[in-house]
């Protein structure tokens, strides 16, 4: 069973959405699916709105599609992209 290190994307709404609590969500999401280590951070894109970015490991037999449509599900998510998938040595 391998394991893959994946980054995600997720875009908020709007400026004024709550990031605290999409991260918060998304967190909890990604470890009740078997998620080990979930690592968030906040980039700036334009005018105040900011994109959440999500690093987290995942067993490689699950895939990305259900990730990408329950993270999307989030209240004040407009849209979620892969950035990154790497299948993790060790």
Known sequence: MATVIIIAKLMPD??????????????SFLKKEGAKS?????KPVAFGLKAIQIKFDFPEEKGTDFVETG????????SVTIEDYRRALG
């Open 71 to 78: 993270l999307a599900k989030i209240e004040n998510v407009s």
């Open 38 to 42: 979930v690592s968030i951070g906040e």
């Open 14 to 27: 709007s400026p004024s959405a709550d990031l605290n609590k999409i991260e918060k969500t998304a967190e």
